[in-house]
Each structure stands twice: as C-alpha cells, then as structure tokens.
C-alpha cells in the first residue's frame, strides 16, 4: 500500500506546485508531499527488511519525513491564513522546525521513542519507550503543531463571510482529521498497548489529507488568486489608512497601515463600529453626514480632516 500510495504523494505535490511556482504555499505543500512520500518509500523497505539492522536503517531514514510534515503543515497553515506571529518575519519559519532538527539528531545518535522492533508475521512493529523524556517532548511537538494547524484553519473558515473560503476550510479540517486520527491509531495508540494487529500506516493514512486538499483545489480554486485576495493585496501596498465597512457601518478590511500606524490589529476592528475610532462627537457627525451622501448616491469626493483613536488611546 505504501508503494501505491507514494506516487500519489509526488503527483499531487507536483501538480499544486505547478499552478504557481512562485507561491510560498505551493512550494511548501511540495515540501509537504516530499515528507510524505520519504515516509511512504522508506517504510516499504522497513516493513520487509530482511533484518533487524536493516529494519533500524528504513526506520531512521524515515525520521526526514515523518518528524518534519507537523512544521511544515503549521508553516503553511500560518502563511495561507495570514494569523501572524510577531508579524510573522523571516525567523519565525526557522523557529517552527528547530525540534524536528532536533529529534532527527537524537534518533541518530542515541534511543529515542522506539527501543526496539518486533517480528510479528513477517512484518516489523515498533516496540515504543512511553516513558523518557523524548516520548514526551515529540508527542507534545506532535500534537500541538497539528491541533493548532487545523484550530486555525478551521477558524478562519469559521470567520470568512465567502462561502467557498468555508467549504475549503471543512474539507481540510475533515480529511486532516481522519488522516490524523487513523494514523495515531496505528503509530501510537496500538503499540503503545502492546497490540500488533496493523503495523504503522500513517504515512498511508495521509493520502485522505491530500486528496482533500486535491478536492479543494479543483472545485473550489483552493490556494488560487481571488479578487478578495488581489484586493488585499492592493490596499496594502497604498500608504494611505484603509479602512472597509458593510451597510451597517461595522468595519470588515483594514490594510497594513492601519495596523502600523494605528496598533490595531484585523482582530481587534473586525466586527466594530466605525465609530469606536473616532473620538469626538464633531467628528462622528461630519462623518455620518458623508456615509448618508454616499448612500443616497450623492456626491462623494469629499476630503475632511479627523482625529482618529489610537490602540494606545492617542489622537
């Protein structure tokens, strides 16, 4: 299964890849899909290895795949849903796979979470170590990196008032799930009692994640240019304070000025009255009077001078 599952890998890698070469996106769910299909090649040798010494080399080499698919997952997840950390510079991508760097020098150089193997059958199963401080440190690794990855996906379905940006986060967040929860059955749960029915098939599990994200992208254009996408852009790169509101005056848009110049983040305007920026009663009318001419299709080159409320509670 291993062996049909990893051209799979390497075709839907190349085929997202191939919509936008330049998109940091698409060039880390390539990543992604070489995680995964050296995970899937070296486990096919792992299972049948002739040897115990044989079965530890497959099962090592696998550590390029396996310990780094949670960071890269985050790291994509963080850009395409542009929830920042630290305004999410250059370093921050470094920080996401410092522990997987770091577990991949453990499982080299020393025991890590598999102390040995066992022969059941023909086939090899992991006998785990569930109590080091490894077991602990990659399980932990291991279980926030993804948890978080969909809680973000999944929110900002939640938050988009487009339809289709929606129905692409449920997708992701369902196929992620089941792959997720089949693959811990068999990698951790099972062995970790000591049941050897069905040996580690979570690289195998991991095709229901990319031909959800596959799905995505062909029905509703997942990771493709939209117009909302291309008008953010825009209004971003104007140096001018942008702010969008609905018909009910609640603010929707902010570009990256307003943040600068401001202190307010998307999350802390979205949803707000337009009128908790402004602090003067003089001020609000002036604008009021405007937004009533540009709903009766009036005049609306209009240019007034407004003191604008700051995070800090600065004018």
Known sequence: ISMVTLPFYIFLGWYVYRLDPKSTIHRLFILLSLCFSIWAFTFIFFYSAPDKSSAWLWYNLSALGRFFYPA????????????????????????????????????????????????????????????????????????IYITLSFLLIGWWGYKSTFLRERKQALIMVISGLVAFILGSLTNTFLQQMNIYVVPSLAQIFGIIFFIGIAYAIVEYKLLKLTTAVAAEEITNKITDLIILLDPDGKIIEINQQVEALLGFSRSDLEGKKWTDLIKTPEDISQIQNFLNQVNGKEDMDKKMEINIQTKDDDN
Do not use: C, R
Request: glycine share 2%; net charge positive; no cysteine.
């Open 72 to 143: 890269v997952i985050l790291n994509m997840v963080l850009i395409f849903t542009k929830k920042k950390i630290n305004h999410y510079k250059w370093y921050n991508p470094v920080l996401l796979y410092i522990l997987p760097l770091i577990f991949l020098f453990a499982i080299f150089t020393g025991p890590f979470i598999t102390q040995d193997f066992t022969l059941i059958d023909g086939q090899w199963y992991e006998i785990l170590i569930t109590n080091n401080i490894w077991w602990y440190a990659y399980n932990s690794y291991y279980l």
